[in-house]
DNA sequence: GCTTTAAAAAGTAAGAT
DNA sequence: ATCTTACTTTGGAAAGC
């Protein structure tokens, strides 16, 4: 499985004047009549080793920070959006406490799926192919939720523990051997 | 008791109402679209049902009424393309398959996919075709299904190339441009299909011979 | 419910070349 | 005809309508 995005919510004990904000930073982007956060883009920086990421900045302090490849990477983006806030001379106590929301990856079962099979076989199962080519599969525990394509490629979306995912993954080949369908 | 009473009374003149504006909004779609009778009587089977489960809170209750006859003409196997219900009603295509998903889920109505060969007579009537070319359409999907070359891709797509194939191996002759606009895909659409079905079902050969003559 | 963010999968669409 | 960009689906948080 390959890690493609992680979603986060976070939150620093400071007010954040989002106005001042979008003023300074050019990276920034504040449209309040059309959504309450403003946007911080952050672009990949190897040598400054500053992860892609887009943070959704709240003038509570909380923010959600999207976009990263890695768990280790939220962090580093929010250190770096605080950064960022301090330079233009917002007050900002301390680190933010981080919580991980969802992680989406990806995975190939290297094997052709028969979904119209799939898909009269178990219930736990939406397969509309006039909407989506790919057949949606929940899975109770974990708590996650799976794109299958033809192909044999596959989505997990819902997590919010790496585990979960290795877990998911784990069921999801139980089941589709169950149903004799891999 | 008085008090429950007109609460009973208040609420089913509420779900009176309700039924009264949905029935109506389904007679106006339905008769846009010049749909039989047996589809608004399911139709207003499944919004019932949905109004009774509470699943119409939330959402407007056209977006319901549209769904419900998405869900109706699927069950009878006429299928409307959410294009062509979303273009006779005020709701977005988007909207109406969420819709769709979700009063499914909750009311428990399992649909298989639409199969291609439902769209087989009512594009080809519209493109005049006779009933010999509808037939070969049906045996190139029959053969398409074996080959698992339907599942995934979009059913109109689908239809519309096992259309084309049989037009063109046929002295009737649609171009690609105008089985297209019957269908409701683009002409990208129904080559990369035809291609696919031509190549899988070692039809490509008579393919390119037909398509060489006239009609 | 909606609005905004990011990312993958595969199919379809639209506009440009 | 082919390329590019973009939209469909899944999940979650933020503040406000």
């Known amino acids: ?182 | 008791f008085y008090r429950l009473k007109r609460w009973h009374k208040q609420v089913s003149t509420a779900t009176e109402r309700n039924l009264r504006f949905a029935l109506s909004e389904l007679d106006r779609i339905s008769s846009t679209l010049s749909l039989p009778k047996n589809i608004r009587e399911t139709t207003a089977l499944i919004y019932r049902k949905a109004v009774t489960k509470g699943l119409v809170r939330g959402r407007s209750m056209e977006s319901v009424v549209a769904a419900a006859l998405y869900a109706a003409c699927r069950k009878h196997n006429v299928p409307r393309t959410l294009d062509e219900i979303a273009e006779a009603s005020n709701v977005k295509k988007r909207e109406i398959g969420r819709t769709y998903r979700f009063i499914t889920r909750e009311l428990k109505i399992r649909l298989l996919p639409t199969s291609p060969i439902d769209y087989i007579s009512r594009f080809s009537s519209s493109l005049k075709l006779s009933p010999l070319v509808q037939e070969e359409a049906i045996k190139i999907l029959k053969q398409a299904q074996e080959h698992d070359l339907v599942s995934g891709r979009g059913p109109t797509g689908v239809a519309a190339a096992a259309i084309y194939v049989s037009s063109t191996l046929s002295n009737e002759k649609r171009t690609q441009r105008e089985v297209a606009e019957v269908a409701g895909v683009t002409e990208v659409t129904i080559r990369n299909r035809y291609k696919e079905l031509i190549e899988e079902l070692g039809i490509a050969d008579k393919m390119s011979e037909a398509s060489a003559k006239d009609d």
């Open chain 1, 1 to 182: 499985m390959k890690i493609e995005n992680v979603v986060a919510s976070a939150a620093v004990d400071a007010e954040m004047d989002l106005d001042k904000i979008a003023a300074t930073l050019d990276n920034a982007e504040y449209e309040p009549e059309q959504f309450p956060g403003l946007v911080l883009r952050l672009k990949k920086d190897v040598p400054k080793g500053i992860p892609k990421a887009a943070i959704l900045v709240f003038s509570s302090g909380k923010m959600v920070c999207t976009g990263s490849k890695e768990i280790r990477l939220v962090k580093v983006a929010l250190t770096e959006t605080l950064k960022q806030i301090r330079k233009c001379g917002i007050k900002v106590k301390g680190e933010a406490t981080i919580k991980i929301q969802n992680i989406v990856a990806s995975s190939d079962l290297k094997s052709e799926l028969n979904l119209d099979k799939i898909a009269f076989t178990l219930e736990n199962t939406e397969f509309e192919p006039e909407q989506f080519p790919g057949l949606v599969f929940r899975v109770a525990k974990p708590k996650v939720v799976f794109l299958l394509f033809r192909s044999g490629k596959i989505v997990c979306t819902g997590a919010k523990k790496v585990i979960d995912v290795r877990r998911g993954v784990e069921v999801l080949v139980k089941e589709l051997k169950k149903a004799k369908v891999l």
